[in-house]
């Protein structure tokens, strides 16, 4: 049972691991993407790339750092957004990616939605 524990752990380490910023693998499993918003206090998210291949549930982690303002990340495409996330705070959401193309990301705060913005490309 503790040797199960420990694999468990490590292999879940190494998968989180492995997913930041990577493209993942096809297949459902997925990267687990790192965003942070309002860096500095600036109106941007971090990195404004990303990219999964069809097929996998992608995670993506939001941390807000900025210190006066709420952020969020909404994917229309894929039907994903958090909630508005306050300074300081983090929350991740998954969503499966279904098709192959370039996709926006955006924040639906009033006014930041025409600054805060990114791509998600998938790959086949």
């Given at each position: 049972m503790k040797k199960m524990a420990?694999?468990?752990v490590a292999a879940l380490s190494l998968g989180v691991l492995a997913?930041?910023?990577?493209?993942?693998t096809a297949g459902g499993t997925g990267p687990t993407l790192e965003v942070v918003a309002g860096e500095n206090n600036a109106m941007a998210y971090n990195p404004t790339t990303l990219k999964a291949?069809?097929?996998d549930t992608v995670k993506v982690h939001l941390v807000n750092k900025d210190t006066t303002t709420a952020h969020t990340f909404v994917m229309t495409d894929f039907n994903a957004q958090t909630k508005?996330?306050?300074p300081g705070k983090d929350?991740?959401?998954s969503f499966k990616v279904d098709k192959a193309g370039d996709f926006k990301y955006h924040c639906n705060i009033p006014g930041h939605e025409a600054?805060?913005?990114g791509t998600l490309t998938v790959t086949p």
């Open positions: 420990l694999a468990l997913g930041c910023g990577s493209s993942g291949k069809v097929g508005q996330v306050q929350e991740t959401i600054i805060m913005t």
